[in-house]
């Protein structure tokens, strides 16, 4: 049972990071996260930069309108070197086109994130370019999928893989009337999340 006098520990351990985090992730602005947990943005703003210690309640209603556990906005051990996902239990967003899961998260001054992410047949990110600092990397593990990088296209079938500056304007097609995986990861030094986030965004278009 959470305790409301360890509250301020916790917040030492970062929950306001992972706040920060999975509402991202979600690809959910500060309005939308307050929209759906029924807290003001300007409560939201401080629990995240750690100015504030949030309730028992405000976190449930938090977590509820992330579509997290609870537990989820806690860290266990942020000194942590390790980080163990079992198969299928990593953190996942998933939309009508297009689902992710995060393989893995949670390291002290984290540079990747690693994610399989599904795509549905026929959808399609022409609408959305994706461009966001860092490199990344693709690895295509089921179906094929058509993969645009600048002004060029490459056709991606199981085992294929691709590495790119990620500055570059990209994004995908699946023609195919079967859904693709992906193994894709991002790396930045500044901020990987908005690699994510910018990703869920075209993906919730296509």
């Known amino acids: 049972m959470l305790q409301l006098s360890n509250m301020d520990d916790y917040l030492e351990k970062g929950i306001g990071k992972r706040i920060k985090h999975f509402r991202k992730s979600n690809a959910l602005s500060m309005r939308d996260l307050a929209q759906k947990s029924g807290l003001s943005a300007n409560a939201i703003s401080r629990i995240e930069r750690g100015e504030n210690s949030p309730t028992i309640s405000s976190l449930k209603r938090i977590s509820e309108a992330l579509g997290i556990p609870i537990n989820d906005l806690f860290e266990k051990n942020p000194a942590q070197a390790i980080v163990y996902v079992k198969n299928a239990q990593g953190m996942r967003i998933k939309k009508p086109n297009f689902s992710t899961e995060s393989l893995g998260y949670g390291l002290p001054n984290q540079q990747i994130e690693p994610y399989r992410i599904t795509i549905a047949p026929g959808a399609d990110t022409s609408s959305e370019v ?10 295509c593990i089921f179906g094929e999928i058509n993969y645009f990088i600048g002004q060029q296209q490459f056709k991606l079938c199981v085992g294929d893989s691709i590495l790119f500056n990620a500055q570059y304007p990209h994004g995908w097609c699946n023609p195919n009337e079967e859904q693709a995986e992906l193994l894709i990861v991002f790396h930045s030094r500044d901020d990987s999340h908005i690699a994510h986030q910018r990703h869920v965004q075209a993906g919730m278009e296509a």
Not at 130 to 139: A, C, D, K, L, R
């Open 130 to 139: 994706i461009s966001h600092p860092g490199q990344e990397f693709v690895y």
